[in-house]
């Protein structure tokens, strides 16, 4: 009893709890340890809490802008992360676009407007629906983030990432890390652990990122964090 106590007491003192899939959040974290409060926008956020990359900076100190297609989701952010701005959007390349969203239901982190996703999956989408989006600049320049500096970028949007970076005003918005999720629809488990770094290398978003002056550092499962080359901790 006393050793189990005390192994929890050690526990708490030397370890952080992540609220991630893959423990992406504890490299944010690190990579940002020094500063206590900033600014994130987190697009395709779905839950505050449960599988977030940016809650435990939020519990931190932080605050910044959630994105979500789904207005449930956003309805629980605005419950429990008041300091947060809390937007039910769909983000597409450019403003008023429509797109085919491939649902599978309510509250679902998988309905994606990627045709090539939503046809690998072994679960089928319920129904296509049509739907206009907004681009990432739109979102930002009309919120009270326009003239801040934004220190973090997390996007996950079921490969629909490179499109919703493509137009994205690097220039301005100098952020500072950016984890984003990645998928290659051709292999047979998506999003586990067999993602290749070939894959990696050649895909647009990574040429995307490493032409608008960013670099690789860490890459786990199916999620790249990338640093800005003249970002210092």
Same mark, same amino acid.
């Given at each position: 009893?006393?050793?189990?106590? %005390? ?19 504890? =490299?944010?974290?690190? =990579? ?16 505050? @809490? ?43 390349? /450019? ?18 407007? !990627?045709?090539? %996703? ?9 129904? =296509?629906?049509?739907?206009?989006? @907004? ?12 003239? !801040?500096?934004? +220190? ?8 629909? /990432? ?13 952020? +500072?890390?950016?984890?984003?999720? @990645?998928?290659?629809?051709? =292999?047979?488990?998506? /999003? ?23 670099? %690789? ?14 970002? @210092?901790?």
């Amino acid at each position: 009893m006393i050793i189990n106590f %005390l192994k929890e007491l050690y526990y708490r003192r030397y370890s952080k709890q992540s609220f991630s899939i893959s423990n992406v959040d504890l =490299i944010i974290e690190r =990579i940002f340890q020094k500063k206590n409060k900033g600014i994130y926008i987190d697009v395709g956020c779905n839950h505050p @809490i449960k599988y977030n990359n940016t809650y435990l900076l939020y519990k931190k100190g932080w605050n910044g802008l959630n994105i979500d297609l789904d207005q449930e989701s956003i309805n629980q952010f605005n419950k429990l992360r008041k300091r947060d701005t809390n937007i039910q959007a769909l983000i597409t390349e /450019e403003d008023n676009e429509e797109k085919d969203l491939f649902f599978y239901h309510e509250r679902s982190a998988i309905n994606t407007i !990627s045709k090539d %996703l939503a046809n690998k999956r072994s679960n089928k989408f319920k129904k =296509i629906k049509k739907i206009k989006g @907004i681009s990432l600049n739109s979102i930002i320049e009309n919120s009270k983030f326009k003239d !801040s500096k934004i +220190d973090l970028l997390s996007i996950d949007i079921e490969n629909y /990432e490179y499109e919703a970076l493509k137009n994205f005003n690097f220039k301005k918005y100098k952020i +500072d890390v950016i984890a984003t999720e @990645i998928t290659d629809t051709k =292999i047979e488990n998506l /999003e586990l652990y067999n993602l290749s770094l070939e894959y990696i290398l050649n895909s647009n978003l990574y040429k995307l990122l490493i032409k608008n002056n960013y670099k %690789l550092v860490n890459w786990v499962n199916a999620d790249l964090i990338f640093v800005r080359n003249k970002f @210092i901790t």
